[in-house]
T-cell receptor
Framework: LAKTTQPISMDSYEGQEVNITCSHN???????ITWYQQFPSQGPRFIIQ???TKVTNEVASLFIPADRKSSTLSLPRVSLSDTAVYYC?????????????FGQGTTLQVKP | ETGVTQSPTHLIKTRGQQVTLRCSSQ?????VSWYQQALGQGPQFIFQ???????GRGNFPPRFSGLQFPNYSSELNVNALELDDSALYLC??????????????FGPGTRLLVL
């Protein structure tokens, strides 16, 4: 299965925009890029998912270049409550509901 | 809130015992996946159930087993508990064949401690 690589940790300050980049050199044609957020002792929370170009929702934006070998999660104007672990994952396309392979994730620390 | 519920929230067992964890999927979801998350690690896939049958399994021994019921709820059973089974157990529900990626929505988890 394809593997993702993302920074282990990042620091930011309240009000700043945070960009977390994930590398996935061997992504498959039918893989969707998915990001989850997880707080301690809670289940991962779905943030955003995309296949190519740019996807935006009320929480974040996801930028995926044409070669799809990387993706960037953008969190606008973070607050202290955005301190969490962020996971970049693949989700196989329709007809093949499969397992999510979690890495270590990126621990984001937002400071006042 | 995802609509995925799990019970119990916390559980303490001793080594060698058996445990059953339960998960109710989000309304309209027909697939349930189970994950184990050790402290400080990302979740690891245990197995997935679709239409009451196992539909994929991770690197977990046979003492980890599961069931899915006609209402799509699910159980995870672990026999002969070991100390290393102490973890947060997560279930996630999704809709098979939904198209455009079948997003999995997680429940709050069950914290299992094996003494």
């Amino acid at each position: 299965l394809a593997k993702t690589t993302q920074p282990i940790s990042m620091d930011s300050y309240e009000g700043q925009e945070v960009n977390i980049t994930c590398s996935h050199n061997n992504i498959a044609t039918n893989d969707y890029i998915t990001w989850y957020q997880q707080f301690p002792s809670q289940g991962p929370r779905f943030i955003i998912q995309g296949y190519k170009t740019k996807v935006t929702n009320e929480v974040a934006s996801l930028f995926i270049p044409a070669d799809r070998k990387s993706s960037t999660l953008s969190l606008p104007r973070v607050s202290l409550s955005d301190t969490a672990v962020y996971y970049c994952l693949f989700l196989h396309g329709s007809g093949n509901t499969g397992k999510l392979i979690f890495g270590q994730g990126t621990t984001l620390q937002v400071k006042p | 809130e995802t609509g995925v519920t799990q019970s119990p929230t916390h559980l303490i067992k001793t080594r060698g015992q058996q445990v059953t964890l339960r998960c109710s999927s989000q309304s309209g979801h027909n697939t349930v996946s189970w994950y184990q998350q050790a402290l400080g690690q990302g979740p690891q896939f245990i197995f997935q159930y679709y239409r009451e049958e196992e539909n994929g399994r991770g690197n977990f021994p046979p003492r980890f087993s599961g069931l899915q019921f006609p209402n799509y709820s699910s159980e995870l059973n672990v026999n002969a508990l070991e100390l290393d089974d102490s973890a947060l157990y997560l279930c996630a529900s999704s809709v098979a064949g939904a198209g455009e990626g079948e997003t999995q929505y997680f429940g709050p988890g069950t914290r299992l401690l094996v003494l």
